[in-house]
């Protein structure tokens, strides 16, 4: 008799069963049977209490309370008292303690066998197999790192660049751009936003709420500004293709064509200058001849955004008291240098560098590990013309390739040249704790242990608008057989013989701590934030007319219609998948069964000759992928909206084979000047299916 049917009969019962406390033992035993399977998952019972950490899940370390019972993990909430996320939360951060329990962790170390298949092997061969493999490959070895705000970095490339080799890179991100464009215009430092402060934001291409900078701080400073049944202290202007959270949030929308951000903010300066809005620097009135050409009228015809729209986010901006102009890319990565260098530009219009609420120089970080490599020269390294070298034969691909916490076969565009890399590269290794596109390509996969289980750090996330530390530190021992990949590289690094001036993870971020001035005790008990506000411009910038002029000269490939990227952090990175829970927040306008959902506006579907829940493809004349349509007046006319985060065929069952990848639809030109490679404008065709 199955559980139901002993339920029936319970239930059907004479009187005299129901008043007998037999049946209800034998229902207790019924229900234990059938509820309590070892698998199903259940809290531990005992104490509760609360530790104050940072998630290393989300890009720009938020600030979360972790929930333990009985010393168990259990659940990721916000931190009130965290000084930089002030109890907002991101889906990535509350999926921490989901993601650390998850079936489909990477559990053991594998290693690639004759036959092509990743068998598990014990700890021991797998760190004497990479260290006999660094040892032969000598100086031809080579690094790319997906998390460039932790320390681990810097053994990395103290590791690197000890066997004689300089290509330690960090994945492609809208800093690199912000530094080629900040340095062209005399900036010494890191490029920093001070949005706590601001009153009036005007965020182009810059998906502020949902991918850009420090998200949580973004969301808690838009909701703080904004408080429930008074009138808003905080205004918010953004530009984009799409109607996008963030979009939706703001006072202003403006639908701007996607690669015209830099076409906007000139119109921007030019209506600011007319104004009178005209802080003097060198190099002045060159850039108001140039913006001089940037019309109204001009502008709109370029960008799509209606020139009395225009006028009057120009005028707002102009009339708030601390206004600030952000200016990035939908994907966070791919975007060039010269919309920052007119985004700049305009804020040096309104006298917003240096200022309270405006742009702000930050330090670049003094490494404290021996032999690693200055911040400043790895954002500068770029990791596409090392790939696209090897692609092409230029550049000897390296004997061994590490890859720390990043996927870069899934989140670089298709021409980048990392498929010749991970193809002619002769050993691979992968750390990581899920198995990404990336490490099924790999010869060695090493487990790495998440947040919650080890030593790890976050350094000013780009973003910011001040000096920022904050430690994450184990507050339970790791999950299956992963190891904290700080700890095995400061051990392998000291069986070949390199020098890193510490012994294990805690020495390394106190060390790290003295040099800032910070108490690392104090932050490891209580998770105190160490700040340090910006000590404003270390140089007066300059306008480089000549610089945004040469990168206006862009030229972007002809295509019937433009891709506008939908980013969503509860859809995941590239490094961790969709999360299982973040699966509810999946509308039916980014997902229909497996297929990515392709939005355009009424006018666009009428061109092409389609209707909702057409099927359609999407092309960039080499790829091809499958949508089906649906009908959203929030975008742009000639423009197609898609989800980024999907098109998995790694992970779990929550990330594989659900709708397609969209960078396989981008592709890479170089930014004329700055020799940058940029992807975030991409050109796309939609034929039915």
Known sequence: MNRRGFLKFAAGGTVGLVASPIIWNTLYDAVYWSQNWGWIPRVPRGDSTYMRTISKLCPSGTGIRVRLVDGQPVRALSDPDNPLSRGALTALAAAETQLMVSPARLKEPLRRTPDGALVAISWEEAEKLLREKLAEAGGSTACISGDPTSTVNELLSSLVESRGSADFYFMPDDE??????????????????????????????ANMLESWGTVARNRRNFSAGRPAGQEARVKFAYAGPVQNNTAAGADWWLPCRDGMEMELALGIAHLLIKAGHAVPSAGLDDFKALAGEYTPEKVAALTGVDAGRLAEVAKALAGAEKPLVLVGSALGAGGGAGAVMAGIAVNMLL???????GLVNLPFPTPVVTGAS?????????????????????????????????????????DSGMEEVFTRSGFKVAMASFLSESCARCDLVLPAAMGLERFDDCYTPYGSGEVSWCIS?????????????????????KELGVETGVKDMPGLLYKKAYSLGANFRKMVESGAVFQKKASGAFSVPVYNTDAIRTALTLKKKAAPLSLAPVVVLGMGTAQTGIPPFATKIITEYQLAGHSSVAQMNAATADKLGVR?????????????????????EGVLPDAVALSAGLGHTAFDEFSRNKGSNIMTLTSITREPGTGLPVWSSAGVSVDKA
């Open 176 to 205: 690199q751009a912000a530094l080629a464009a900040w340095s062209a215009m005399g900036g010494m430092g890191r490029l920093g936003y001070d949005v706590d402060n601001s009153d009036f934001i005007l965020a182009i291409g």
């Open 351 to 357: 006298g917003r560098v240096g200022a309270e609420g």
């Open 374 to 414: 200055d911040y400043r020269a790895v954002v500068n390294r770029n990791l596409i013309a090392w790939s696209q070298s090897v692609a092409s034969g230029e550049t000897e691909a390296p004997r061994v390739l590490l890859i720390y916490d990043a996927n870069p076969l899934y989140s670089l565009p298709s």
């Open 473 to 493: 530190h184990p507050l339970v021992k790791p999950f299956y057989n992963s190891r904290p990949m700080g700890e095995v590289l400061i051990s392998l690094a």
């Open 612 to 632: 909702k829940g057409a099927r359609v493809t999407v092309g960039n004349g080499k790829v091809k992928v499958p949508a089906l349509v649906d009908i959203f």
